[in-house]
Nanobody, 117 residues
Framework: QVQLVESGGGLVQPGGSLRLSCATS????????MGWYRQAPGKQRELVAN???????NYADSVKGRFTISRGNAKNTVYLQMNSLKPEDTAVYYC???????????WGQGTQVTVSS
């Protein structure tokens, strides 16, 4: 069973930065797209950003200019650099990776990000 393993969440003050990391639990084929979603209490899960295996990125309007998604040199690793964090960024952040070629869609267990003074 393949899992996506996340790290890097925590508590940060408004205006601060955090970096989230995610990787597959074992070596598998390349996931075509990897990304980050978030879910705040009482709200639906929403896309934050994703990146294709070719490096094409997509961001939610609310994080453009503040967050940067990237893929690592190791296969199936993805990072989310979050700068200028706001209280409204508080949520559980989930890593996602999928392959339409192999018909798989993997999710991480979620990591809490709290932005508060």
């Amino acid at each position: 069973q393949v899992q996506l393993v996340e790290s890097g969440g925590g508590l940060v003050q408004p205006g601060g930065s955090l970096r989230l990391s995610c990787a597959t639990s074992r070596n598998i084929f390349t996931l075509e797209t990897m990304g980050w979603y978030r879910q705040a209490p009482g709200k639906q899960r929403e896309l934050v950003a994703n990146i294709s295996s070719r490096g094409v990125t997509n961001y939610a309007d609310s994080v453009k200019g503040r967050f940067t998604i990237s893929r690592g040199n190791a296969k199936n690793t993805v990072y989310l650099q979050m700068n200028s964090l706001k209280p409204e960024d508080t949520a559980v952040y989930y890593c996602n990776g999928y392959s339409t070629l192999y018909g798989v869609d993997y999710w991480g267990q979620g990591t809490q990000v709290t932005v508060s003074s």
